[in-house]
């Protein structure tokens, strides 16, 4: 593709990253370093020992690991779900964000599953579960949905990226590393925006955007029947498969404005990613706060009029030892971000990125909430039994991973941004080649 | 939060009850919010000891399901005559408001001029609760138990008597016994009957479950004799039937191979998607050769 002056332009006003990079860039990527470091520590020594450094036990098997684990998993899934959703809306505001869900999308699908290899205790036998898999078993039928929705949504990822690729390999003017040039030219596979290229490549993306949003459905679907086709108390639930998609996409949006708001601060992106941007999300968040909200409702309604004694066990934990967990989580990680974004004057960008951090710590208290009680609530009475064997409490092993994981998070995103645009150059330049043939034609 | 009251309720009314009532509190109040359920029942057991036991239950004169337990509450047990009470024992109630104490086969009771053994259960009362007794009166009874295989027919034979004041065993007549079997968590009903002349045979069912080894437990049953009270007998034996057939699951979840439609459904869905993700792959190759054939024909080679 040959670039004029004003593509050159755009070029070199959205990839300042690729260039050079700051002091306070180093200092933060050393900064997250170090804390993907203590995870690893910690990691090693819960090699080493075993699960007894953990605070996981004979009945808490799952701790915040797993909590950690639906969350990067349904965020990756929301932002697979979202992507796929706006390659289908003809908007020029799709340009600003469609990389940022992306990326959050790969990114938490990459490391939402070492989560739950970390609650395994043999990992030497592990495996086992694809040398002797139980077609019968949901944790089978995650095993094979979350891959396949790995490598679909990494093979989607790359398409997108491939025409920003083609623009950076032939960016002459950009002064940036021979190995990345050379980094861009391998992964640009000759693209040069020939119609017959440009056709075919629209064709697949299209048909692996349908694939990711069906992939992110059934995906997350399975992994909530990890929980629902059990009959622990809490869990035993038919709607737990919806609840958990809203769930995801409810926490999804919010990542996805905080991202927003980091980027467009840091890189000072105020003209691409606008007020718009975080209205418009903003809505999308405040329809799925009603809807988790009402879902949330009807599921702890139901558990409570039942009068199932082993349900009223675990509302009765719910509201004693884990009271402020339960009103942090599901009232004030619903109805809060609802008062916000429900009237047009709270609606700036700061209210929403709040009412965003609200409903992330909000859903992983909720995920907790999901998990830990019910697994304390057994049928059979625990007696004569130390006190930790009952009781789930985290050690600082299980907390320094946790942290880890939103820490690589945030070191692999800062990392991207150094390879590519997070504002894609393509769609961009696109929309206003298209603008410019409709001025013409006029 | 409905929990956390009906715990406090019960606290409520034990501490009120038993503790802070000697300070002087006005907590008659309360008290005079329950009616006082107060029962007393006596159990001749297998092996010929009686159990006593006191039921102590506080009852909301306005909310009747309202009903917590009286607890910590001392019940004495007394085989009362005419000059005095003999005390038997004393019991404390436990959270479910029972007392019970169990009287060994061998102790002698002193019996009325009929031939009555009178047991009380007397419970002294507090500044706020009022004092409780209860009387009962039975006749004691001993109740016989035989399973015996008779021309290889398993057959049961009750017998009852009672013992005058001579020792001379009398058969016991007219008395309605019911005939059981121990089942998982109740005793199941297989006969009832009338004794005639202390004795009653029948011929037990042959297609009784026992367990793996074919142990049934028998029970026969006086139950709220208006002389004798309750009485139980047990017995044990291999009468029951056991089969060990294993009964082929319907769930196919749990058997070696999953249902078909599993794999054909998994298997389409997933072949479906990597079918396309090796399509895509394919498509890519081929933008890759357009790309190449492009350069060669459009930019000159440095």
Redesign the interface.
Known sequence: MILNNNHKALVTELTPMLEKSSRSFYIWIAILTGFVTLGFVAFVIQMVQGQIVTGMRDNVVWGIYEVNFILFVGVSYSGAFISGILHFIQSRRKNSVSRIIEIITVLCLCIGPIFILLCIGRLDRLHYLFLYP???SPIT?DI?AIM?DL??CF?YLY?TF?PDFAILRDSDHLKIPAWKKKLYKTL?????H?P??KK??H??TK??SA?VIA?AI?AYTVLAWIFSLTLQPGWNSTIFAPYFIIGGIYTGVAVIILVMYVVRRTLNLEKYIDKSHFTIAGLVLLVFSLVYGYFTFSEYFARWFSHKTID?KL??TL??RYFWTFIIANYIGILVPIAILFFKKLRTIRNITIAALIVLIGSWLNRYLIIIPTLETPYIPIQDTRIDYVFYSATWIEWALVISGFAAFMLFFSLLLKIVPIIPLSGIIESENESTTITNDQ | MKYNFSNHRFTTLMVLLFFISFTGFGQENVAKKFKMLYKFNTIKQADNTRLLEVSFIARNKKNKKDKPPVFDAEIQFYNTTETEDILLGTAKTDDTGHASITVPASHKYTLDAAGYINLSAKFKGTDQLKRKSKKIQVKDIFLELDLKEIDSVKTVIVKAFTIDSLGVKIKANNVDVIISIGAMISKMKIEEATLKNGLYTFEFPTDIPGNIAQNIDIYTTIEDHDEYGNVIQKSNEKWGVYDSKELDSKNTLWSKYAPLWMYILLGVLLGGIWINFIYTLFQLKTIKKEGLTFEAENIPKT
């Open positions: 139980r077609i019968q039928w094979l396949t490598v679909g093979i398409l491939i640009a596979i000759g693209y040069h020939t017959s290229q075919r490549l064709k697949i048909t692996m694939m992939l059934v009223e509302l009765n509201f004693t």
